[in-house]
Nanobody
Framework: QVQLVESGGGLVQAGDSLRLSCAASGRTFSTYTLGWFRQAPGKEREFVATINYYGGSTDYADSVKGRFTISRDNAKNTVYLQMNSLKPEDTAVYYC?????????????????WGQGTQVTVSA
């Protein structure tokens, strides 16, 4: 079992950068594929980025490709989401998710561990 706690959200202006962190409990963090999702008011939760447990290969939603970077530090049991060139449409609650031994997981239904979410608000 793994527990996830996100941090780093806040209010920023368009064009600014923000880095989200997700700290995980447990001693098997390196065996988990991790993902970031987001949910804006009145919208479905959507995939943002994922990083595999092996080799660290990554995948991104088209809407964030080239602006966001997902990374992990297995020594710190932490996954990050670096968000650059933020836009008002990036405003959402951002969630960290984990699934042991998965790969290239883009659907929220692929994950069985979730954090509580952190709010990101981007003003125009």
């Amino acid at each position: 079992q793994v527990q996830l706690v996100e941090s780093g959200g806040g209010l920023v202006q368009a064009g600014d950068s923000l880095r989200l962190s997700c700290a995980a409990s447990g001693r098997t963090f390196s065996t988990y594929t991790l993902g970031w999702f987001r949910q804006a008011p009145g919208k479905e939760r959507e995939f943002v980025a994922t990083i595999n447990y092996y080799g660290g290969s990554t995948d991104y939603a088209d809407s964030v490709k080239g602006r966001f970077t997902i990374s992990r530090d297995n020594a710190k049991n932490t996954v990050y989401l670096q968000m650059n060139s933020l836009k008002p449409e990036d405003t959402a609650v951002y969630y960290c998710a984990a699934r042991q031994l998965g790969a290239n997981l883009r659907s929220q239904h692929d994950y069985n561990h979730w954090g509580q979410g952190t709010q990101v608000t981007v003003s125009a």
